[in-house]
């Protein structure tokens, strides 16, 4: 069985000031901190909460 594409997502600016749905978003994606990276699988509701957040995060192919 294949594994899942992943994504390595980082956040680079704060959350703070941000709209409630952004800042839900990524509490969603389980970024913590800033600077701070995770993997998270490619999949479309995934990919959802980065488009909307694109401003904020660093995305590379994992």
């Known amino acids: 069985m294949a594994k899942p594409k992943q994504l390595k997502v980082t956040l680079v600016k704060s959350?703070?000031?941000r709209l409630p749905?952004?800042?839900a978003c990524v509490s969603?994606?389980?970024l913590r901190r800033m600077h701070h990276s995770v993997?998270?699988?490619?999949?479309?509701?995934n990919?959802?909460?980065v488009n909307r957040i694109a401003y904020m995060l660093r995305v590379e192919q994992a």
């Open 47 to 49: 990919r959802g909460m």
């Open 39 to 45: 993997l998270v699988d490619d999949t479309p509701e």
């Open 15 to 17: 959350k703070f000031g």
């Open 21 to 23: 749905k952004h800042r």
């Open 28 to 30: 969603g994606l389980g």
